[in-house]
């Protein structure tokens, strides 16, 4: 849009305002519009420049951590960039935890920090860190900025913003820090400004489009490529097809992965965090879980002869055993990974080969490929049928007591209402991707969550950001722990009660008094680990329901299946701003989870 330059930087009083503002207007006009700032006074010229912005969405919040998680939702689910600022000193390292998340699933995540000028931090002034190297080894771009000074053109700051901008949004994407030193005056304070480059920032701001443009590019794939590809997958008699999350943002690509499978015609694994998992059952080829023994076995008695991963990460350690095996037993093995990321991504040192580009555009070519052919593949491989070990699973779930499987089955079950899902680490995410299912279930979810680094911290500013980001009800999952770890976040949870129009959200806590995962482990059955086993587990004798209450906050406790059921079936029909907290005991969850792992086929 075509501003009035002159009026803008007119209430721009002093040099910081004025660098500041011709960065925040070089971010908007690359397309960038979230901003989640933190308080402070360093980076006060910041914070005007996004509130005299007509086009900057801001949102703001007192900690940096959960701001940063906050964010990093925003920029899932929005899939543009979302902008943190903060002032200087620790308010920097509050970041890192997200930014590492940020960097190891390849999402632009921008931070814009205030620093003290060279001579403060020469001197170890107040509120002095080295802030230049707190976020370096996680974030893709990093800018050291001149102090504010007119001998610095600002064609070259706004040039050099855009390219920033450029690099970390090109794929593999990934998060930008600038580090930018603002001397005083940082309030309305005048100080002398050299009129000429008053005049240039006017110029600048004036363009309707960033300083310096950049095409979109995208890697072309080699035809032959596809072509072996295909004669790959036709040709191999028991390949395996797996699908971890496709790209960096949360989105699902059920529609694509559909054709795919039903041109392939073989057993497929979905992870949880691909957001697939729900959209298929076990009668269309899905295999139901790589955690239990027997489908391992199973898989194993089949003897791949082709191992084709799209995708990062899976949630499961097992499916990397299993492929260390099988290689180790057929060193003519060729596992193929398809991903476009940062880093190596093999931890059972398995994939003989990798692809560095997006697997939704190798599975598009390849579906058009497929399609043409005759006969098509789905009249070779008649995929194993699973179902009277899921049958078995379902029974034990359903017949035993008040539990994390429990908890999860019923959850993508009855809640049809939510089109996104924020799903938290340790016991949660498990569970979730090891539900099993004959048909697809009624749960059309676009799945959140933080497989890169998998830390508890954040978990109710992602629900948060979730929600902001959705035009539809939302559900989140999360334990205890993590819940108390990111507390803070109840505050701005507890605004969207009185505010006049906020989309429905769900969040279920299960609560079992400690970190219950590493009781499922051998080290939490091991009497020699016995004397220690409370420093892993850090137990605790907290209720949360009457510390979410005191925020003014719905809240219902949960200590029987029926009532489980009951409540997800109420919220379902009629979804609001609700918080469960869900009793579970310890010795109920590992004992459905010990019965589960000796079902048979």
């Avoid at 995540?109 to 001579?119: I, N, T, W």
């Amino acid at each position: 849009n075509n501003k009035d330059a002159h009026a803008i930087t007119k209430t721009y009083k002093n040099s910081a305002q004025l660098w500041s503002g011709l960065i925040i207007d070089q971010l908007i006009k690359n397309g960038i519009f979230d901003f989640f700032p933190s308080p402070g006074m360093r980076n006060a010229p910041l914070l005007k420049a996004i509130a005299l912005s007509d086009q900057a969405n801001i949102y703001t919040g007192i900690d940096e951590r959960a701001q940063s998680y906050r964010a990093l939702a925003h920029t899932k689910l929005s899939k543009r960039p979302s902008v943190l600022i903060c002032t200087s000193g620790t308010a920097l390292a509050n970041y890192l935890p997200a930014i590492i998340e940020a960097r190891k699933t390849h999402l632009p995540l921008f931070v814009l920090s205030a620093d003290r000028p060279g001579e403060l931090l020469a001197t170890d002034a107040n509120q002095t860190i080295n802030q230049i190297e707190v976020l370096r080894n996680y974030t893709k771009s990093f800018w050291q900025a001149s102090e504010p000074q007119s001998g610095f053109p600002p064609r070259a700051l706004a040039g050099k913003i855009s390219f920033l901008v450029n690099d970390s949004c090109t794929e593999p994407m990934g998060p930008l820090h600038i580090n930018l030193p603002l001397r005083e005056p940082l309030d309305e304070s005048a100080d002398d400004l050299n009129s000429q480059w008053v005049e240039e920032i006017d110029q600048i701001i004036k363009l309707e489009g960033p300083a310096l443009c950049f095409p979109t590019i995208q890697k072309e794939v080699n035809p032959k490529l596809i072509d072996n590809l295909h004669e790959k997958l036709s040709t191999a008699k028991r390949p395996l097809l797996i699908f971890g999350p496709l790209d960096s943002y949360a989105q699902q690509h059920t529609a694509e992965v559909r054709k795919l499978v039903n041109l392939y015609g073989g057993n497929f694994s979905c992870d949880i965090t691909s957001g697939l998992k729900f959209g298929f059952g076990s009668s269309e080829g899905l295999i139901p879980t790589l955690d239990h023994p027997e489908v391992l076995s199973q898989l194993h008695e089949q003897r791949p002869d082709f191992i084709l991963h799209f995708g990062h990460r899976l949630t499961s350690k097992h499916y990397y055993n299993f492929m260390q095996r099988e290689l180790e037993q057929n060193p003519q093995l060729s596992i193929l990974l398809i991903s476009d990321g940062h880093y190596h991504e093999d931890p059972g040192f398995s994939f003989t080969q990798r692809w560095n580009f997006c697997p939704v555009k190798i599975i598009t070519l390849l579906n058009e490929k497929m399609a043409k052919q005759d006969p098509p593949l789905t009249k070779k491989r008649p995929f194993f049928d699973w179902s009277k070990l899921i049958n078995k699973k379902r029974a034990l779930i359903e017949d035993g007591p008040l539990s994390y499987p429990f908890v999860s089955k019923n959850a993508v079950e009855i809640l049809d209402s939510p089109q996104t899902a924020f799903i938290g680490n340790s016991t949660f995410i498990r569970s979730f991707d090891s539900y099993a299912a004959i048909k697809a279930p009624l749960a059309n979810w676009t799945v959140v969550a933080n497989r890169g680094a998998s830390g508890i911290e954040g978990h109710l500013s992602m629900a948060l950001g979730m929600l902001e980001c959705s035009q539809e009800p939302c559900v989140a999952f999360m334990g205890d722990v993590s819940f108390f770890h990111d507390l803070g976040s109840l505050t701005k949870i507890a605004e969207l009660c009185h505010a006049p129009q906020v989309n429905p959200l769900l969040i279920v806590v299960v609560n079992n008094f400690g970190g219950g995962i590493f009781k499922l482990l051998p080290i939490g059955k091991d009497q020699q680990g016995a004397h220690y086993l409370d420093l892993l587990t850090t137990p605790h004798k907290q209720r949360v329901a009457p510390l979410i209450k005191s925020f003014g906050i719905e809240c219902e406790t949960i200590e029987s299946k029926e009532a489980y059921v009951s409540s997800l079936k109420k919220w379902n029909e009629a979804p609001h701003l609700k918080i469960l907290e869900v009793l579970v005991k310890d010795q109920d969850n590992a004992q459905i989870y010990d019965q589960l792992k000796t079902v048979k086929l």
